[in-house]
Structures are given as structure tokens and as C-alpha cells.
């Protein structure tokens, strides 16, 4: 109970003397004197111990020859009366001050009520014994029925003293462990009751905290006075729920007669239940000379005297030889005997008026246990049973809540009536202003995203807003320099804002300093940059599917494949000039194998009949051959041998391959007719220097990329150039030559509002947009779990489709539409480079061949058995080389320029005729 009891407190020896009434004595009577200290003003106190000792004397089985002694002395002349033990008094703290000197002389005390938790672990107070349990056990029967309804938030409004502050510790401890929200937690000084302004300064305080259920801790004189000041400020309406402790209700108007508004409140009373016969019996007794019923503290006054009989029962053998020596207030001496009646008294079992008496070994009930009732029709009935050894027993279904309410779950919300503060920054479409021709005030100015699901909340959790701009129109950023946050961020820490509402990510920086809700959408990051253009008319626009590199190398490939055709035309001895070569007569045995050797008329004769072959035969026709199959126009020469076989059959292939390639990607380039974004990726932005590249500065995607050690993204901070918002980010990626980094939620927004610019790369850092709120704001899991519900029903996903959908624009101007461009791509080297490597190996190939055709050519030319063939094959090989010399000059000697015989070398060639055939 609370220490604002004032007034003198008496010490009463109880003492009853033999003549009160008659009685056969076997033997000497013991006088036991028992101490109780009460307040001088509290008769009924004086008036049950009276009875309690009436009761024990009457009983002459009980305590035979034992006579417990009353009568009024003041505390120190009271020493001298060799008192056995002390009841009383009425406070914890008066308890705390009697049990040192109680324990100073080693006189057991037994207090009724001293529920002050900290005794249950004080040694020093080994003689201290406690008809009340502990405030310990009433804060776990409040968090056993808060748990049992589901009620996530709590207000608690408790005096001031000993009982308030003590009795909800533990209740604080559990509800920080369970993640459960005291929103409001009001003290009051118990003289504040006499003030009511004061009252309803503390009750508009639970008030605007939007809780609807309600602890009261107090006694029922101070909770008298708070209930009727609520119920007129309307807290005792339907949708309120009251609980109170038992020292709030065991007595007063509370108890006898509450009021009907209360009807459904909720209590814990650890006073017996009514039924008990020993309840009943004492009840009947005093009812017999006074009025009304036994509250709680007489009855466990009633108890201590019991307790105390009990302990002496167990030592009536010994009882005269304990008895304490004398006293004196002068000095101090310990009853050597006091432990054994303390051990005695604990030890001991009986009943009580409040059930069964029976003592822990820290002086405490042994099993402190409460009754969970429920105020129906005026009358507090028992809907459940609380026991330190059983736990919560409540049958919900028997419970009459507040306002008749049959669902207590709509209790849970702590938001009904709160009106928020909520900063927002301009960000179209999740927060922008309305565009409208008149003047708009309040919260009718904003539109967006956000905008709708506020409005949303707000229905479902029945709470109201009031929306402000963000002074420097920011989300907010540590400032290192200042080291300071700003925007948003700020105004939730200097509490000038309930609530941040926007486009606001939840990054780890600002969840160390304020709470996020879960987050309403998912997204990321990507780049808008300037949509690509038309390309303009170009004479050189039929070289596009190519690049330089590989027109170069092709222009190189066709010369390298003319010389390598005519190498093997040329030098193939099974080609048609190589065959012709080998013809020349020119033998062995001719004087040093030269052209000299030859008649005249034998090298006209030679060169006419092989001049169609001798005169095509060049690096020039050798080329243009090469370029004619390349160009699929056809070639009236094809080579005999193998080895230009070779070089031209894959040369024939590399020109399918590429023409193909060619004309495919032509195709492609005229009918898409645009040009393609110049980066793609966030790996092509950062290995690029043309275009520039930067976000909104101070934001979470600018501290991501200057606080990660992630490739390509740290290497890109040292060369963003950012900017102050996101309009101008888009603008700037406008003009060209910029690629703006920034979420993929804005950024598709501009992409269908705008025909000038495009996303492009896929998204990466991933994050959500949530409402941030203040640290350790109770309100966090309700709002989640409303935007998690939202998410579910798709109310969100609708949100923003209409939102996107509602400025989207058409792009048709020009030729042009909004949707993503075709993609087109140069052929570069890198996609071709097999063809050439291919040419390259054909060519080896056919150089390989001509070398074998060397081989075979001269092998076949040897010839033993005639003396004007080579013998040996170095014989053939210089034969066949001095053949090749020996044409050579034919061709080029201006002498057989002309192919006309004189008139003797016609004779002579007639002559030859008739003789023999001449070889050809």
C-alpha cells in the first residue's frame, strides 16, 4: 500500500485479562503479549485485532492456558512489556523502518500489508513475515490478461509512492521483453487528486497517446477521483477498457458501489474468494456489532494475528521457557528465543479469513495467487484465477468488456484518435502538389502514391494527419562536416515530425536513428538517359552494319586472298600456267638452260598456243577474281590444281559468311533506322569516359556508392557529378551525354511521362520505400502490419499502376513511340574473327599443297632412260625453275610482242610438219 498514510500510529498490547470471563485453570495461565502498531484514527483495525484475540482466547483447545493480552500503550514503554511479536503497520516504508529495530532485539514482526518487491530479497530483514504478496505477482497477472487478449499497447497512469512505482516494474520489465508499447505512462502525486486540472492534464496526456486500454495503480480514495474525471473527458466510452490493481478496488466506492459507466472494467484481487467458510464465519461474528464488510486489510490483519497464534501452537510444550527477557528503551538486548518463534510462526500451516496461511522461506505467502474479476451489474465477479504455482486460468468468453465491445482485438490499436505530424518532400508521382486554379490549403494540396496510402491508414487505424514540406526538400543525410543529419531524417530526430512520408528508402544509416516501417514497395536503382534519335540521311549510310575495323580488314583479307590465289595459280605446276610452263621445251641438256637454248620460232610457237593463259595470269586478275566471288558476280577462270582449290573454295565460304552477315544486319539497321543507347549497363557506364554520370547528392543511392566496396560502384564515386534534385536529374539526362542513377520507381515514372528519355540496364542496388518514424515510436509494428495488409489485398500495387498509368503520354510524333527501342548493333571484329582466322588457316593450307605439287611435279619429270630429261630430282629442280625464268622472259621480251612468223619460220615450221610431230 502507499505511504501516504498520515497520522500518529499507536502501539496496542493486546491483553485480556482472566476475570473477562470464567474458566477452570489446570495450570498457571501464560500471558503473551502481542504488539500491533495501527494508526491512531483507524478503529477498525483496533476493532478486528480485538476480534482476532477474542477468537483465539475463546478457543480453549486452540491455545490452552495461553491468554494473548490487550490494551493501548505508546511504542517505548511497550519494550518493557516483553511483547513477543509486532503486527503492523500499514506501509512498506513504516514496515521497512519497525523491522530494524524489530530485528535489532530478534522479535518477529508479521506485517498485513508490506508488498514492496524489494523484501523479497533482503536478508537483513530475516524477521520480517508477509500476509500480502509481493507487487511482483500483481505486475504478472497483468502482463498473464494482456497477453491472454492479445493487447500489443498499454497506458499506465500510477501514484506516485511505494504501491504505484512498485507495483508496475515488472510489468515495464515483461512488456520490453515481449516487444509490447507503454504509450503513455502518467505519475501522479497523490495530492494531485485534490486539484482536478492537474487530473486532466494527465489523463489528456493517455488521450492523445490514442491507447485505448488503460492501467490504473493506486488506491481507491485517488482512483475514485480519476475515474469520474475520465469518464467526463469521455475515456470510459465504448472502445476504452480500464484495468485496475487490488488495492485500487478492495475498497471504497470502487468496492461497495461502483459506477454503472465502468461496467466491463477489468481488477486482480488477491482477497479470498467469498465462499471461504473461515471468510464467512468471521464476517458473521462482526456483522453481528458493526456494518459492512471485511476489506481486504482487516482481513489479512485478522490473518497475522492467526499466523502468530499458529506459531505459538507448535511451542506450547516449551512456551514458558521462552519467554523474552525484559526490554528497555534505553538499551537494546535480542531475545535469545525470537528465531524460534520466527521459525515456528513460518513453519506453521492453518486457515485464514483469505485463505490458506502458509509462509515461503522469505516470509512471503507461499503461493500468492489473484482473482481476475470483471464489473458486471455493479458486482465485481471472478472470471479467473491467477496462482504463482498454475499460472492465468481466464475464461474470455465469461469476460463483459467495456461498452458491451465483442471483439476485444479492436482494442489493440493505439492510433485511434492520434493526429500525426507527417513531412513529406515533393517527388511526383509518390508526393507532388495539386495543380489546381484555386487556392488549396491543409492536406488537399498534396496528391501522389503516398498520398493515397496515408489516406488508406488513416481510415483503417482511424488516426489523422497534417502534411508539411520538408524545409531543404531533402530525405536526409549525415552531414560528416556539421555531423548533423538533414531533411527528413532531421525533423524525425529533433521531433519536430511524427512521421517521414515520400519516396523515402530505408538505408541501415538511418535505421540506427530512427524506425521504418516494413516497406510498402520494393525497387532499385537504374539510368535514364536521353532516348536515342533518329539517324539522319547518309551517303555513307549503307556502311553502318560494319564498323572501320572490320571494313578495313575485310579490304585487307580480299588483297591477302588475290595474292595467296595468285601465288598458287601462278607456281602450281598441275594449274594451267604452271602446265604451261612445264611445256616450254627446254631441256637438260640446253646450254645453261636459258632462253637462248630456244629457237625463236619454238617461243612463238610456245606463247601462241598458251597466250590466253599466259596473259591472264597476274596478281592483278588474281585479285579482281578474288573481289568478283566476293561480290557473287561469277569468275570465267577456276583453278585446276589443289591448292588454289583450297584458298578458293574457303575464301568462297568467307564470302557467303560475311555477305550474309551484311546484309542480315542491313536489313535490321534500315528498318529500325535509330540509333542505340550508347551504354547499356552499369558495367558499360563505368568502363566508359563520353558520357557523364551522377544522382540526387546527399541521397541513400550517393551514400551507396561512396560507402561500398562493391566493383564497378566505387570506382564510379569519385566521377558522379550529382545533383540537388530529381527534376533535374531528369533534365540533365535530357540534354545528352548523361545518364542519371537513380530509383527505378521515379525514374519509369518520367520514362511514361516524357518521350525524351529512357531506362535502359537492368536494376541494381535493391531497397524498399517505408514511413519512417521516430525511434522507438510504439506505433512502427501497427503500421506495418497495415502496409503489409495493403500489400496483400493489392491496394498499393493499384495505387501506383494508376498513378503510372494517369501520366503516361503517347509518343507518336516523328515516328517515334514510347516503348523501348529495338536494340541494333554493329558488326565489329569480335563477331567475324572466325572467318578471317579461317581464311588465314585455308592459306597456310594451300601454301602446304603447292609444296607437294612441287614434289610431285618434279618426280614426274625424272627420266633416266632419256639423256634431255633431269636424272636427279635437283636436276628437275633446276630444270623446272630455269622453265619458269626462261617463260618469264618470253612474256616480257618486247621481241614476242608479236606473235607473227617471217616467211622462214613459216617454211621451217612446215618442214618440221613433214618430218614429225612436233611436241606442243
Known sequence: MSSHHAGLYLFILIQVLSNFWPMPIVQA?????????????????????????????????????????????????????QVWAIIGPTTSSDVEAVQYMATSVSLPQIAPVASYPGFDNRPSLKYLLRMSPSDYWQSRVLASIIQRLNWPYVALMVSNTDYGINSVAEFQAIATQRGWKILAYETFNIYETENIELIKRRLKNIQKSGV?????????????????QAHRMGLTSKGYQWLFYDNTITEGRLYSNPPRYLEGAIGMISSPNSNNPTHQAIQAIWNKNHTGNLDLFALRTYDAVM?????????????????????????????????????????????????????????????????????????????????????????????????????????????????????????????????????????????????????????????????????????????????????????L??????????????????????????????????????????????????????????????????????????????????????????????????HHNSISSIPRVDKLRWKRHHNKVL?????????????????????????????????????????????????????????????NADVDSIQKLASQSKIKFGTVKGSSVDNFFRRTTISPYYEMAPRMINVPTTQLGVEKAKQGNYAFLWDAALLNYYKNKRCDVVTVGGEFHKDGYGLGLRKG????????????????????????????????????NNGQNNEKLAEYQEIDISHIYGVFVLLLFAAGISIFVLFIEWMIALWQSID???????????????????????AKEIIQNPDYASLSYTKSERISIFQRKLTSPIEC
Open 493 to 590: 530526430i529533433d521531433q519536430k515530425a511524427d512521421m517521414a512520408a515520400g519516396a523515402f528508402s530505408i538505408t541501415v544509416n538511418r535505421a540506427q536513428v530512427i524506425d521504418f516501417t516494413k516497406p510498402f514497395l520494393d525497387q532499385g536503382v537504374t539510368m535514364l538517359v536521353s532516348k536515342p534519335k533518329s539517324l539522319p540521311p547518309s551517303i555513307f549510310q549503307c556502311f553502318a552494319p560494319f564498323t572501320l575495323n572490320v571494313w578495313l580488314i575485310l579490304a585487307g583479307s580480299l588483297v591477302f586472298t588475290g595474292i595467296v590465289f595468285f601465288i598458287t595459280g601462278y607456281f602450281s605446276p598441275f594449274d594451267s600456267y604452271g602446265a604451261a610452263v612445264r611445256r616450254l621445251p627446254l631441256h637438260v641438256n640446253d
Open 29 to 81: 495461565t501464560v500471558h503473551v503479549p502481542l504488539g500491533a502498531i495501527v494508526e491512531s484514527k483507524n478503529t477498525k483495525i483496533r476493532q478486528v485485532l480485538q476480534l482476532a484475540v477474542d477468537q483465539i482466547n475463546q478457543n480453549r483447545t486452540f491455545l490452552p492456558n495461553i491468554q494473548l493480552p490487550t490494551g493501548n500503550k505508546s511504542c517505548c514503554l511497550s519494550a518493557n512489556d
Open 777 to 812: 515510436s510504439p506505433y512502427t509494428q501497427e503500421f506495418s502490419v497495415a502496409i503489409l495488409k495493403l500489400r496483400q489485398e493489392g491496394f498499393i500495387e493499384n495505387n501506383i499502376k494508376k498513378w503510372y498509368d494517369k501520366t503516361k503520354v503517347s509518343c507518336l
Open 615 to 675: 596473259s591472264s595470269t597476274n596478281l592483278g586478275n588474281a585479285v579482281w577474281a578474288t573481289i568478283s566471288s566476293f561480290l557473287q558476280q561469277g569468275y570465267n577462270k577456276s583453278p585446276n590444281a589443289l591448292s588454289g582449290r583450297i584458298i578458293t573454295g574457303i575464301w568462297w565460304l568467307a564470302s557467303c559468311i560475311i555477305i550474309a552477315t551484311y546484309t542480315a544486319n542491313m536489313a535490321a539497321f534500315l528498318t529500325i533506322d535509330r540509333l
Open 212 to 228: 485505448r486500454i488503460i492501467v490504473l495503480v493506486c488506491l481507491s480514495a485517488q482512483a475514485d477521483v480519476i475515474i469520474n
Open 307 to 491: 499466523a502468530f497464534a499458529y506459531g505459538l501452537q507448535k511451542l506450547l510444550p516449551n512456551i514458558s521457557d521462552i519467554a523474552p527477557t525484559t526490554m528497555s528503551c534505553d538499551k537494546i538486548i535480542p531475545w535469545k528465543h525470537g528465531n524460534l518463534l520466527l521459525n515456528s510462526i513460518k513453519t506453521s500451516v492453518g486457515d485464514g479469513t483469505t485463505g490458506p496461511i502458509r509462509f515461503a522461506a522469505n516470509g512471503s505467502p507461499f503461493n500468492p495467487s489473484f482473482q481476475i474479476v470483471n464489473l458486471v451489474n455493479q458486482t465485481w465477479k471472478t472470471v479467473g484465477i491467477w496462482s504463482k504455482a498454475n499460472g492465468t486460468n481466464l475464461d474470455v468468453s465469461k469476460v463483459v468488456f467495456m461498452g458491451h465491445n465483442l471483439n476485444p482485438s479492436t482494442l489493440s490499436s493505439g492510433l485511434k484518435g492520434v493526429v500525426f505530424s507527417i513531412i513529406t518532400t515533393i517527388d511526383p508521382p509518390f508526393m507532388s502538389l495539386v495543380n489546381s486554379s484555386t487556392e488549396l490549403t491543409g492536406n488537399d494540396r498534396f496528391e501522389g502514391i503516398v498520398k493515397n496510402i496515408l489516406e488508406e491508414l488513416s481510415k483503417s487505424l482511424q488516426f489523422s494527419y497534417k502534411l508539411s514540406i520538408c524545409k531543404d526538400s531533402s530525405y536526409g543525410s549525415f552531414n560528416k562536416t556539421t555531423n548533423q543529419w538533414t531533411g527528413m531524417v532531421k525533423e
Open 864 to 886: 633416266q632412260t632419256n639423256p634431255n630429261k633431269p636424272q636427279t630430282l635437283s636436276q628437275a629442280l633446276k630444270l623446272m625453275l630455269a622453265k619458269f625464268k626462261t
